[in-house]
């Protein structure tokens, strides 16, 4: 600092301020712009910055909205201004977005702000916040798309200087708005940018709920029910929610049925005996009940099934039939027990007629085919079916080579065992035929 201005501008701020409400306001803002100058010149941090906040508050006290919004540009663009000044200013102007009534004026300011900020990595952060207010304003409106491509300008995650949480918040809402765009795309790649080991504290369980239930609806859109699995598993081992949140016991209603939805494979049956092994979840017998039903290699007779648990699972978003998402998910679960069924059945036969396997499936002869070729394809089982005979083979048939193979293991086997035995009978003998001679006199 070259020069200290602060008595200066203890005398001449407060005769502007009258100058000011008197309404002499052009020849306030003229003499504070001499004084401007001088302190910038002058390096002095302190007054330019007192100087610059001064100008913006006259013209907003007297409501010069115009005024405000020039001398906001002017002064950003002064030559050598000074950038913690200029940051000053600015988060004193964004106090006053949300002073505005007028949707207009307030959008201007947004608007004037969003621009001296461009570009500048000292006032990102307010840049940001200004964004998403202009974002929110616009979804009120009903712009859902501009109010989301609004939010998508900014990087948010690449901000040094903004808060981990407030970070954190800034690509949740991201990623609400994707969502109610549908742009479910987009949604999944900005939910790549949030490391979840941050949800690991129970100071931040609000975020991380928030994270899990856009990715719910995420993944239910696309049908990946084994992924909405486990994120209701992270919402239902969160410490907030086990602590009496009303959540707790809706959430462990999902967790059944989206495993329970999700196509079969070494995961999911992995991720399913864990679930059914889980002690809370005695409070709910009636699913607990279902869901041992899929862990058993019993058969389960689809009109059964929907006469005890059709009324209840139909009540849950899930299985809502009054939507197109709701009747398909209730066709899928449909596809679940006749899977299974076939599972079962393969463990137990080894061949099977057509007749009797749509009688045990409860379904049409071509669906009962259908289903199984399915399950050979993605190779759950193995299964053969001769149509002219009406026969379907469970057990794959060997060739030559193969049984002869099978054949010379067996008999390589059995002559090791063999010499072995012979090898301890020998031993055996010799330990007695010793003893009996030490024995004799």
């Not at 109610?180 to 490391?195: E, G, L």
């Not at 709701?326 to 061949?351: C, L, M, P, S």
Request: hydrophobic share 35%; charged share 30%; with cysteine.
């Amino acid at each position: 600092m070259e020069k200290d201005y602060s008595p200066i501008c203890d005398v001449q701020l407060p005769e502007t301020e009258k100058l000011a409400k008197g309404g002499n306001l052009a020849d306030a803002l003229e003499q504070l712009m001499v004084l401007e100058k001088q302190t910038r010149n002058a390096a002095d941090l302190a007054s330019n910055t007192r100087v610059l906040i001064h100008i913006i508050r006259l013209c907003y006290e007297c409501k010069n909205f115009k005024a405000l919004n020039e001398n906001i540009i002017i002064l950003s663009k002064k030559h050598g201004a000074l950038k913690q000044a200029l940051t000053k200013m600015v988060q004193e102007a964004v106090t006053y977005v949300e002073k505005f009534t007028d949707k207009g004026q307030r959008s201007e300011l947004i608007e004037t702000l969003r621009t001296v900020t461009e570009g500048k990595i000292y006032v990102e952060v307010e840049r940001a916040r200004l964004t998403r207010i202009l974002s929110r304003m616009r979804e009120v409106e009903g712009k859902i798309n501009e109010a989301c491509d609004i939010l998508q300008e900014l990087q948010v995650e690449t901000f040094g200087s903004m808060e981990k949480r407030e970070k954190t918040d800034f690509i949740l809402e991201q990623m609400r708005l994707c969502l109610a765009k549908k742009d479910y795309t987009k949604c999944q790649i900005i939910s790549k940018k949030i490391n979840t080991k941050y949800f690991s504290s129970k100071e931040v369980d609000d975020l991380k709920l928030r994270y899990y239930d856009l990715m719910i609806e995420y993944a239910l859109h696309s049908d990946q029910y084994f992924n909405a699995c486990k994120y209701c598993r992270e919402i239902f081992e969160t410490k907030s929610v086990q602590e009496g949140n009303p959540k707790y016991k809706e959430i462990a209603y999902y967790i059944i049925i989206l495993i329970i939805l999700a196509p079969y494979d070494n995961e999911q049956s992995n991720l399913i005996h864990i679930i059914s092994q889980d002690e809370r979840l005695n409070k709910i017998p009636l699913y607990k009940d279902l869901i041992k039903l899929f862990i058993t290699n019993e058969l389960m007779r689809w009109p059964k099934i929907d006469e005890i648990y059709g009324s209840a699972l139909k009540k849950t978003f899930v299985f809502d039939v009054s939507n197109e998402k709701g009747k398909q998910r209730w066709t899928d679960f449909h596809k679940r027990v006749t899977e299974h069924n076939i599972r079962v059945i393969a463990k137990y036969y080894t061949r099977i007629t057509t007749k009797r396997l749509t009688e045990l499936l409860d379904l049409p002869a071509t669906d009962a085919e259908e289903f199984l070729s399915r399950l050979v394809v993605d190779k759950t089982i193995y299964a053969k079916i001769d149509r002219p005979a009406g026969i379907i083979n469970f057990v794959p048939s060997q060739t030559p080579e193969a049984l002869l193979n099978s054949w010379s293991r067996n008999v390589n086997s059995l002559l090791n065992l063999m010499e072995k035995t012979t090898h301890l009978i020998t031993k055996e003998e010799m330990v007695h035929s010793i003893k009996k001679v030490n024995v004799s006199p």
